[in-house]
């Protein structure tokens, strides 16, 4: 009889502690009966490449990647698929037989977190703001125009970071407008999304009137702690259809799951309880 080692992953950041991947992770393989490790690796970003080349020493079979940590994985892959390079981020990483290959489940998370919570809500509708312009915001821009969106309105608070995204994807209906005049820009969309961390427990708010945005558009923030952020809480005051990012965590780990373990998990009503229990609130 052969004895199969226990099938080991993890997210590794910089910071790490806050995530709730391994909370997430290590429920599932309980739920699935699975072998199965999945750890948190702090490796601050000037040693990440030295800690992928060892993981198949480790016999770890596959990685998350969190900020800071999306962008600059790049270059120590052997393959990048379509949909990565298409984001230019990676949030998965899988090692077989010591190759390294990189994929991006963040906007399949975004896009079915948002169907899910928001159903009626139609790509065709109107344009969408993004707030933001890293690597999640790279991913919620690549699948709002995969699917239709006619436009996307991208604000920063450092403009130039939103320029040079826009300038990236030159060929996509982007455009850049002022932080300052954020608020006088929500006129007509159909969605807003925050994709920084402004708002989030612990870090700046996120200064932002509501007042022109219209009672039809969704407001969808990918922070989930809290679970309600001020910008939700101005958002459902003002009539709008609000996403929280507890979801978009939940939905981005279903097919990294699959891939390392080989069971594609179930996101329902008792595990998003189970996570938010996990957040203290």
Request: hydrophobic share 40%; aromatic share 8%.
């Amino acid at each position: 009889m052969i004895n199969t080692p226990p099938i080991k992953a993890g997210v590794v950041g910089w910071p790490i502690s806050h995530s709730l991947s391994p909370r997430l992770h290590g429920y599932w393989l309980k739920k699935y009966h699975i072998d199965g490790t999945y750890d948190p690796y702090a490796v601050k970003p000037e040693d990440l490449g030295s800690f992928i080349k060892t993981l198949a020493e480790k016999n770890i079979t596959g990685l998350n990647l969190t900020v800071p940590h999306k962008e600059i994985i790049l270059p120590f892959l052997d393959h990048v698929d379509d949909i990565a390079r298409k984001i230019g981020a990676v949030n998965t990483v899988t090692c077989h037989d010591g190759r390294l290959s990189g994929t991006n489940t963040d906007g399949y998370g975004f896009l079915t977190n948002l169907k899910e919570m928001a159903p009626n809500w139609s790509a065709t509708a109107g344009p969408a703001m993004i707030i933001g312009a890293g690597g999640a915001a790279r991913a919620a821009m690549v699948s709002l125009l995969d699917v239709g969106v006619p436009e996307i309105k991208l604000v920063n608070r450092t403009r130039s970071r939103a320029e040079n995204l826009a300038e990236i994807y030159g060929d996509l209906p982007i455009t850049v407008c002022d932080w300052q005049g954020l608020s006088e820009n929500l006129s007509g969309l159909s969605l807003l999304v925050n994709t920084t961390v402004l708002g989030m427990t612990g870090q700046l708010p996120l200064d932002i009137d509501l007042s022109e945005l219209s009672s039809s558009a969704v407001v969808y923030d990918i922070v989930y702690n809290p679970l309600e952020t001020d910008l939700l809480k101005s958002a459902k005051a003002n009539g709008n259809i609000t996403v929280d990012g507890l979801g978009m965590l939940l939905y981005q780990a279903v097919p990294a799951f699959k891939i390392w373990y080989g069971q594609r998990p179930e996101v329902d009503h008792a595990l998003r309880e189970y996570m938010i229990a996990g957040l203290g609130v």
